[in-house]
């Protein structure tokens, strides 16, 4: 994966590292949670015509691990970076993590609330 990212992108995936996004439109529903990501820098020359030649710093997102709960099988899956990267060019994860901030206030109106629970622990034989 090699996806260039701007500076918003870069704050967005800063924030949001960790915490609970949930799409909730019609062709895109799930919970997602951005686990780990990778960005790398090149310094590339960009050619001016009428003016000195500028370095400039360009930033690429070269890996991500992003969970989503898989609905057919009934699982917690790891989405493929080529998704990650359909979501990060079409989507704002930003209304991501707003419609999961919204989730559990319409939760919290009828009295319940999300928490976090510990994974079974294996028990060695």
């Not at 800063?14 to 915490?19: A, E, R």
């Not at 691990?65 to 979501?87: I, P, Q, S, W």
């Not at 939760?107 to 079974?120: D, Q």
Request: aromatic share 14%; with cysteine.
């Amino acid at each position: 994966m090699k996806y260039k990212i701007s500076r918003e992108t870069e704050v967005m995936l800063q924030t949001l590292k960790g915490k609970m996004l949930m799409a909730s439109s019609s062709n895109n529903t799930g919970i997602y949670c951005i686990t780990d990501y990778k960005i790398t820098e090149e310094r590339k020359v960009k050619e001016r015509l009428f003016r000195e030649d500028e370095t400039v710093t360009v930033k690429y997102l070269t890996g991500i691990t992003m969970n989503a709960f898989h609905h057919e099988g009934k699982f917690l899956a790891v989405l493929t970076e080529d998704c990650v990267e359909r979501y990060l060019t079409f989507f704002n994860l930003y209304y991501f993590r707003q419609a999961w901030v919204d989730f559990q206030e319409e939760l919290r109106a009828f009295g319940f609330k999300i928490i976090e629970i510990e994974p079974p622990v294996k028990k060695e034989e």
